[in-house]
């Protein structure tokens, strides 16, 4: 019988990689063979279980990610853009399918992700869950649906130890509802408002972060116009959903054409 892809995490210890772990450990529809930590990090040299809390499993965490990833049919990488750049061009070399969750990477970024996608199937989203995917088309349908009399507002909440602002959740939900108009985002986005900014431009889509302790993730899609308001909200209470998300996306990627994919591929929505 053929076996089950192999696959690498990266950001082992991270809230998400310990999350990609167990689902991997836990799934019969693919096998954990690589752990990635950066170069420093206590768990490097340690079986990845252990370090963990809980059993051996056989894999020890490493701080060398072409060794892992030559091993591997997909890398499951949910860290910062610096390193996941670098970790595009390793899978490539490999040949391994990588699924990018990391927010917070630039136009200039995106960019160079470009080479690795010639060689080797990517799938990047800012969200992995199937519930905000599914938002995702649905703030497209509203926003086609209403004129610039609706104000569209994105309101996003994460746990205090979230580094980017807009959420890459929230940046979707902008794209989407920009497409829907028929303009682009970049035209329109305004964030971070802060001092006499002057009254809002008819057309804007705002974009407000919230950060406190705990929140998995909370995007509401607010269409406020005068005397009624829309609004589109989707609530994660738990990261399984965006972990097993990843490993959908990485079981779906074998065998594709080398390319930029993204979850609404992966869904088919
Ligand atoms: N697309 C999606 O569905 C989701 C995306 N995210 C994104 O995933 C990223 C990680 O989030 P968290 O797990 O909460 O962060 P975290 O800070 O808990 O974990 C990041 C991990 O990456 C590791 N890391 C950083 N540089 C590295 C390198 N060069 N080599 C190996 N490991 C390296 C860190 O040591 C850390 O363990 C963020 O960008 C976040 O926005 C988070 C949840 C869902
Ligand atoms: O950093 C997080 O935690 C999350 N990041 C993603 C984002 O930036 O939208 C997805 C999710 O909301 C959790």
Redesign the pocket.
């Known amino acids: 019988m053929a076996q089950t892809p192999a696959i690498t995490i ?8 310990q999350m990609l772990l167990q689902t991997v450990l836990n799934s019969d529809k693919a096998r954990l063979v690589g752990a ?3 170069k420093g ?1 206590p768990w490097v040299g340690r079986d990845v279980g252990e370090a963990m809390g809980g059993q051996a499993v056989g894999v020890v965490v490493t ?1 060398e ?1 072409l060794e892992a990833f030559a091993l591997s049919q997909a890398v499951i990488d ?3 853009p ?2 996941t750049l ?1 970790f595009a061009a390793l899978a490539a070399q490999a040949r391994a399918v990588h699924v990018i ?4 990477m630039s136009e200039d970024d995106l960019e160079k992700l470009e080479p690795a996608s010639r060689h080797a199937v990517i799938v990047r ?5 199937l519930g905000v995917n599914l938002l995702t088309k649905l703030t497209e349908k509203v926003a086609a649906a209403l004129d610039e009399d609706f104000d569209i507002e994105i309101i996003e909440a994460h746990h205090h ?4 602002a807009p ?3 929230a940046l979707m939900l902008g794209e989407a509802a920009a497409a829907g108009r028929g303009v682009s985002l970049s035209d329109m986005r305004d964030s971070g408002r802060d001092g006499i900014t002057g009254a809002r431009k008819r057309g804007d889509i705002g974009f407000a972060a919230i950060r406190g302790g705990d929140i998995v ?1 909370e995007h509401d899609v607010l269409f406020a116009s005068a005397g009624e308001r829309i609004i589109l909200r989707h609530v994660a209470t738990d ?1 399984a959903i ?1 972990a097993r ?2 490993l959908k996306a990485a079981l779906w990627g074998q065998g594709k054409k080398p390319g930029h994919y993204d979850m609404m591929d992966v869904l088919g929505l």
């Not at 082992?12 to 990689?17: C, F, Q």
């Not at 969750?101 to 917070?104: F, P």
């Not at 130890?161 to 980017?164: G, I, L, M, T």
């Open positions: 990266t950001g082992a210890s991270g809230r998400m990689g990635v930590e950066r990090h701080d990610p949910f860290t910062a610096a390193a670098e969750g990391t927010t917070g989203a800012g969200n992995m869950s130890h979230k580094v980017d959420s890459g959740t993730g990261r965006f998300g990843a």
